[in-house]
């Protein structure tokens, strides 16, 4: 051994090496976690379909598909054999200047399912990063212009949209957000259509049309100095599961039309059939200039994000001024064991009765999620795609409810992962689980009322 001993390291500060830590671990800092409350790790050894299998011999149903990144189950095989298979060849090399067979096939694969008009596509890392990719290309797209005065961005309340600064900016007030305020941009905030918050006395269509107002006449008093709108279409979803009317959606995109603003779509939860469609933005006819995907892209294998575009958007980065041109890229962009598993997935898509699958998901979401109207603790039961939650009444509403761990806890025990959003549980099982199973975790959750509540 070499390091310096105690009295020496005295004044070296963070140099000092390791020495007389022999033995202690290095331990891994969980996200979203806080070791102090939450302090029993759960080992998962291997998993296959919708089951975690644990090291101490159990079985966990994981019906939130590990934060909403599983599409085909656990352990699918032709995803892992596309990527085993790409490794082989090539697993990853410089972006910028280069391209290769599985970035060029992804982009094809996706144009196929895409709305015709979007038609580039800029990779990145995860959905924090397809964001940050979105609202930098919105601002410089009127700089590139000669509109540098259009930067502003809009966002909604009850928005999430990552974990970066950026993302955070736009992402609405929130536990995740409050120390960091100082590094948040400022944004304009308009109300999102949460229709079961609305104020008392007022009716759907009032509060809708009260929404589209405010959007609307921020929109006429300050284009001038707004880039774009970002918003999740149809579902906000770490925000409590709220499920919004198509007509918002309409309306924003008439709104960003008419006032030059970008409409970016985060569907970085919502892509790949989570609400039915390929995409939620098919469900209400809306093309939006600018769309971000990650999550379920790579069939929950692989981080990537990926930013779409339309034409209008990315001409203005074509242009001899070197300035124009977007000075951004991060290390594993374009990724070519992620884009392996992406096109494994895509192929899925193609080859399976996948839309099959989620209808039969949003079937009995359906039929279950009726039958919640009994139980007096239940405010609102709602539901998009394969997507269904239950909304609980509770004074301390919001995502520190001191019902999120104890129903936690008691899903846990009975062998089912389920994050209920504070007040809110909510189901988004992998596309391959059992009418049986799916049963399952709903009788679950009645048990839940009855006996935790
Ligand atoms: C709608 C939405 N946008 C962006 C993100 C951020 O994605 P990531 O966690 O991959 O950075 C999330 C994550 O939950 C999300 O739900």
């Known amino acids: 051994m070499t390091g310096l001993g105690a009295e020496e390291s005295r004044g070296v500060g963070l140099l000092r090496s390791n020495d007389g830590h022999l033995g202690a671990s290095l331990k891994i800092w969980h996200p979203f976690t806080n070791s102090a409350l939450e302090p029993d790790l759960i080992f998962v050894e291997r998993a296959e379909g919708v089951w975690l299998h644990t090291r101490d011999g159990r079985k966990i149903l994981d019906a939130v598909s590990s934060w909403w990144v599983n599409l085909h189950g656990h352990g699918n095989w032709r995803i892992a054999a596309a990527i085993a298979e790409q490794a082989r060849k090539m697993e990853h090399v410089i972006l910028a200047g280069f391209t290769h067979e599985p970035a060029e096939k992804l982009a094809k694969g996706l144009q196929r399912w895409l709305a015709r008009e979007l038609t580039h596509l800029f990779f990145s890392d995860d959905g924090s990063t397809a964001i940050e990719v979105a609202l930098k290309l919105g601002v410089q797209y009127f700089s590139n212009l000669g509109r540098p005065e259009k930067r502003e961005i809009v966002a909604l309340e009850h928005g999430y949209h990552g974990d970066t600064a950026g993302a955070m900016s ?251 959003l504070g007040n809110v549980v909510y189901v988004l099982p992998p596309y391959v689980i059992s009418a049986e199973e799916l049963h399952w975790v709903y009788d679950v959750i009645e048990e839940a009322l009855e006996t935790v509540m």
């Open 170 to 420: 736009v992402s609405d007030d929130s536990p995740f957000t409050a120390p960091f305020r100082s590094m948040r941009y400022v944004v304009h905030r308009v109300p999102s259509a949460y229709l079961y918050r609305r104020p008392a006395g007022t009716t759907k269509e009032e509060y809708l049309d009260f929404c589209v107002k405010r959007l609307e006449s921020l929109l006429e008093e300050k284009s001038a100095s707004i880039a774009c709108l970002i918003l999740e279409p149809l579902l906000q979803g770490a925000g409590g599961m709220i499920v919004y009317p198509a007509e918002y959606l309409r309306a924003a995109r008439e709104l960003c039309t008419r006032h030059d603003v970008l409409l970016i779509a985060d569907e970085v939860l919502t892509g790949f059939g989570r609400t039915g469609k390929m995409f939620a933005c098919d469900l209400a006819g809306v093309v939006p200039d600018l769309m971000c995907l990650s999550k379920g892209i790579t069939g929950g294998f692989l981080p990537m994000g990926v930013t779409v575009c339309t034409d209008r958007v990315e001409q203005a980065f074509r242009s001899e001024n070197p300035m124009h041109t977007f000075y951004h890229g991060h290390s594993y962009t374009g990724n070519a064991l992620a884009c392996a598993a992406a096109n494994a997935s895509l192929q899925i898509f193609e080859d399976e009765a996948v839309f099959d699958r989620i209808a039969g998901i949003a079937k009995i979401h359906g039929e279950r999620l009726s039958r919640f109207a009994e139980y007096a603790v239940v405010g609102e039961a709602r539901q998009i795609g394969t997507i269904g939650a239950i909304e609980l009444k509770a004074e301390d509403a919001g995502y520190l409810s001191a019902m999120r761990p104890k129903l936690y806890q008691f899903f846990l025990e009975r062998g089912v992962l389920l994050r209920p």
